[in-house]
């Protein structure tokens, strides 16, 4: 195999679990150049990915068909004679761009019924026996029902130093001091989010204890609420959701010294990052998606209701999070900014 093209997932937590599959395929196929499509708020995570050569960042929208902007990328992609498709995502129509591309082998899950568009399909496994992440997109590496590997490589983005200071002097960011990034988002909904007042709390202990860190929230313009109302109470936190790009967002992350963040993308960007990092986990489940770091400390409740996978608490207290102190969240934290002294 010379060439081959990733339909990217649409998330950035789960394009962060597939990145294992590539440097699983490159290991097979040494000389593979690989190339993916994604959306392009996902783009700047693949970028970031060694094994990756080249990104086509789409405006595909997300539960949308969109079927003429699929047949024009189709089309400009059949002048690129990929050897190969690895699908990722299950949905029937993120399969259509590699077969109207005329690409010999399209692989994959066989999702929402892709018969006729993937040639070589890997069964869909039942919820209740789904692996981790990382194992489910590593076995397209394989051929249908092989045997995975347990020792996969855990997900790892690279990162520049010099991006890193360019945008921490956008920020006039003192990267002599340390920093420390808050994640207060979620995008699946608030029964993932710590509340603004914990992560407050946890600003103020930081505050007391290690004076000269620089505190700043990261995240998506639909955050910056949240970080508003966590700097209103510690006025040593900056908001500065929304403001960064992904790309300038994973850069201020490779420098921090530490991370505390719920359940979400940016959270899995942290881990292959390789920063120390506190998870705050709710109502999903850390053994299924876990940070994939041997930096991460996981903080979870795991209460008689969680998980529950719900968006919003269906209880109406979301104790999961709520009884999670920030005090228990400094004990984790404490060690890290110490180590990075």
Known sequence: MRRALVIAPNWIGDALMAQPLLSRLVKLHPRIEIDAIAPTWVAPVLERMPEIRDVYATDLAHGKLQLLRRWQLASDLRAEHYDAAYVLPN????????????????????????????????????????????????????????????????????????????????????????????????????????????????????????????????????????????????????????????GEACALISRASAVVTNDSGLMHVAAALRRPLVALYGSTDPRHTPPLSELAKVQWLHLDCSPCFARECPLGHQKCLRDLSAEQVFDDLRGMLVAQR
């Not at 920093?179 to 989010?193: H, I, N, S």
């Open 91 to 246: 949905s029937l129509k993120s399969a259509l761009i590699p077969w109207l591309a005329n690409i010999p082998l399209r692989i994959g899950y066989t999702g929402e019924s892709r018969y006729g568009l993937l040639n070589v399909r890997h069964a869909n496994p039942p919820k209740d026996e789904r692996p981790p992440m990382v194992k489910h997109y590593a076995a397209l590496a394989w051929a249908p029902g092989a045997k995975v590997p347990d020792d996969l490589p855990l997900p790892r983005l690279e990162s520049d130093p010099n991006e890193a200071s360019r945008v921490s002097a956008r920020f006039n960011l003192d990267t002599r001091v340390p920093l420390l990034v808050f994640c207060p988002g979620a995008e699946y909904g608030p029964a993932k989010r710590w509340p603004p007042e914990h992560f407050a709390a946890l600003a103020r202990m930081v505050g007391q204890s290690f004076p000269y860190t620089q505190i700043v929230a990261l995240g998506s313009p639909k955050d910056a609420p949240l970080a508003q109302a966590i700097a209103d109470q510690a006025p040593n936190v900056r908001n500065l959701c929304g403001q960064t790009a992904l």
